[in-house]
């Protein structure tokens, strides 16, 4: 039954234009463009952005799919309708969360191979392994916000939400010298921070405390107010 609604949720994800678009469209896009074109002022403006680029993928996977998406299916009835079918409220959140997780490992098998016929290199392993743990911090963010909120707000804040912490992660990776502990508390440069850090075969353990600690955070407040309609 888990599988099924796995299967289920990964495929209504990848036939949605608009997360094809944040999920894949524009990470991609925007790694074809820094390793082709003139961009950015560094020797090795690839090895300086690929981690940016994973980070922006979690968070268009994980948080503004996750959210938009369980917000119009509450919208709709769709949850209701899927646990009037006797399928088990754990299974259809369980579902979301792994579909997301498939989601994730398509775009992170994309955007590698992409880089690496660009001559990308890193640690993949440990870099995985932080993506993972972004991809779960911003995946349960998604749940809380598709899970309590109207689907007018979700789709109007989930994505300003997005460029914010798109524009923050960006801006302090290319343009500041040097990233201020304190701004590491923002999720989206724990996570772009902990992959620059993990790809030059650093262990980010800050950053990854980070990052449980918003999982954590999201996840406990989901599950108290959490609505299926």
Do not use: C
């Not at 769709?78 to 006797?86: I, N, P, V």
């Not at 990776?173 to 590491?184: C, D, Q, T």
Request: no cysteine.
């Amino acid at each position: 039954m888990l599988a099924a609604q796995t299967k289920m949720e990964a495929k209504l994800f990848l036939r949605h234009g608009e997360q094809q678009l944040l999920s894949f469209v524009i990470p991609l896009a925007m790694l074809i463009a820094i390793a082709t074109l003139p961009l950015l002022d560094s020797p090795q403006p690839l090895q300086d952005s690929f981690p940016v680029l994973l980070a922006i993928a979690a968070m268009s996977s994980g948080f503004t799919g996750q959210a938009i998406s369980l917000a119009f299916d509450r919208r709709y009835g769709a949850l209701k309708r899927t646990g009037a079918s006797g399928v088990p409220s754990w299974v259809i959140v369980s579902g979301k969360v792994l579909g997301v997780a498939v989601v994730s490992l398509l775009q992170v098998v994309l955007l590698t191979v992409v880089a690496l016929l660009f001559g990308w290199n890193g640690n993949f392993g440990l870099g995985i392994g932080v993506f993972a743990v972004g991809v779960v911090a911003f995946g349960a963010m998604g749940l809380l916000m598709g899970g309590t909120l109207s689907s007018e707000l979700v789709l109007g804040l989930a994505n300003l939400i997005w460029f914010a912490l798109v524009g923050v992660a960006s801006y302090l990776i290319f343009v500041a010298p040097e990233v201020p502990r304190a701004l590491e508390l923002i999720p989206s440069v724990a996570l772009s921070q902990g992959l620059v850090h993990a790809f030059d075969g650093v262990f980010p353990g800050f950053e990854i405390l980070i990052l449980l600690g918003w999982a954590a955070a999201a996840a406990i407040a989901a599950i108290k107010w959490f609505k299926f309609a």
